[in-house]
């Protein structure tokens, strides 16, 4: 009787082990996680699930070669684990490698054809591939194979919003709001498809019944403020700024890929336009850096380049590019002031839209260049403000080309300003402002005006 039970005793342990394990890894204690994993592994070498989550760690801890490494042996050893192929295909899409992200995806439904979680992933990379008639099918298909999938209702909700049918994309965000109430950007989303279709009642409704959820989140506070114009910040949170950016660093390029993105070539542009050709020897600095899109282009000019950004999500993918000699995590306006006369280039593609009152980032701008520098930046462009800048229903700002100028002439910068499209957004173009200010060489610059000046706003 001994011999019996003893297998049995150490499969029960086992099996618990795995459950808290799991439990710990949903609640975000990776840390615990790991080391129940890799203590069933030194009893069990080879144990497909405990192989398997253990590369779903390092995938939710940033090592993305060792998830791919790990899952692959899981995937090995289990060749038919559908769940193994689907986790891959996530990796493979954190790596910017779709096509092979796609193969794993549909490995994974091919091994198990009611996995909704594949066909919902398969449908975000469809989407950054630019099948959008495809990924709206594939998300159709699983939301089919589990119809509380609110993920997928979500993700079908957000093609239809980019491909203008935002009434059909209101009874997505809906419904996902109703099966994942604690979801915040199915609010966001919603909010915003109200508001795009005119019904701004209902788009001040979700954003205040959001609120009413979760009173501290900073998210939900901007919204409400961008939908109902009601008591409208100067400027975005940091704390909104850092959710919504660690949020939508994993999927930040693909995403701005799909969308015809233009600003740092835009940036690139008008900064060879005022400096000429780089020379490799500036001091420069990408403010607002993001994933490091700019990296590429400003490397020519630069000595040394920085970058400094608010999310810690984003300045891990920055640092992933191995193109920057510093990166500081840091509000903008207070980085800027910590460093006067540091800088030769300052370069803030797509960052200045957080901020509506532009007079201190500005002004901080300009103190942190050196003369003779130059400042360009992009916002996006707002008519008929007579603050000169208005919180838009996305969260972001706009700005009159009347309004920059003043503030660039305020900060001491001589200004040249160009109109833009920046990208695509909900099938409509983002109509912006390509701006340079230009630090002078000397006050008898300053007072003559100096190259470059604009002669006036529009």
Same mark, same amino acid.
């Given at each position: ?111 198990? #054809? ?5 066909? !919902? ?25 589990? #119809? ?251 700005? !009159? ?52 000046? !604009?002669?006036?706003?529009?």
């Amino acid at each position: 009787m001994a011999e019996v039970g003893a297998p049995k005793r150490h499969e029960v342990g086992l099996n618990e082990a795995m459950a808290i394990a799991l439990k710990f890894q949903k609640e975000g204690h990776l840390d615990a996680a790991e080391k129940i994993y890799r203590q069933v592994l030194e009893h069990l070498p080879g144990h497909v699930d405990a192989t398997h989550y253990l590369g779903l760690i390092a995938f939710e801890a940033g090592d993305l070669a060792a998830a791919e490494r790990i899952i692959g042996y899981a995937i090995a050893a289990a060749p038919q684990h559908a769940d193994a192929h689907s986790n891959l295909g996530l990796v493979l899409r954190a790596q910017e490698r779709l096509a092979d992200a796609e193969a794993a995806f549909r490995r994974a439904i091919a091994l198990n #054809p009611a996995h909704a979680n594949a066909y !919902s992933n398969l449908g975000m990379v469809l989407r950054a591939l630019e099948r959008p008639e495809e990924a709206e099918q594939t998300y159709r298909s699983a939301i089919k194979a589990n #119809p509380e999938h609110a993920e997928a209702h979500h993700n079908l909700g957000a093609l239809l919003a980019a491909t203008g049918r935002v009434k059909e994309a209101v009874y997505e965000f809906s419904v996902a709001t109703t099966l994942d109430p604690a979801h915040r950007q199915v609010w966001r989303s919603l909010a915003h498809a109200y508001h795009r279709i005119g019904d701004r009642p209902n788009a001040v409704r979700v954003a205040r019944e959001w609120l009413a959820r979760d009173p501290a989140d900073p998210v939900a506070q901007h919204t409400l403020a961008a939908v109902s114009g009601e008591d409208v910040p100067p400027r975005a949170a940091d704390a909104y700024v850092e959710r919504v950016f660690d949020d939508f660093a994993e999927s930040f390029d693909s995403r701005l890929g799909s969308l015809g993105y233009r600003a740092p070539a835009l940036t690139a542009k008008l900064l060879e336009l005022v400096r000429g050709p780089g020379d490799g020897s500036a001091e420069v600095l990408d403010a607002g850096c993001g994933t490091g899109l700019c990296a590429p282009l400003l490397l020519p000019y630069a000595r040394r380049l920085v970058g400094v950004d608010l999310s810690a999500g984003m300045l891990t993918k920055a640092q992933a590019r191995g193109l920057y000699h510093e990166l500081a995590k840091a509000e903008l306006t207070a980085y800027l002031e910590a460093h006067p006369g540091r800088f030769d280039i300052i370069v803030s593609a797509d960052t200045l839209c957080y901020f509506g009152d532009l007079d201190r980032v500005l002004a901080a701008a300009a103190a942190a260049l050196r003369p003779g520098g130059t400042l360009v930046f992009t916002v996006e462009y707002a008519e008929g403000s007579t603050a000169g800048y208005a919180l838009q229903a996305h969260g972001r700002y706009s700005h !009159s080309r009347a309004y920059v100028e003043a503030c660039l002439g305020r900060a001491g910068l001589l200004a040249e300003i160009q109109s833009a499209q920046l990208r695509m957004e909900g099938g409509e173009p983002v109509v912006g402002l390509v701006v340079a200010g230009t630090k002078p060489a000397s006050i008898a610059a300053a007072a003559r005006g100096g190259p470059g000046a !604009s002669p006036g706003a529009d």
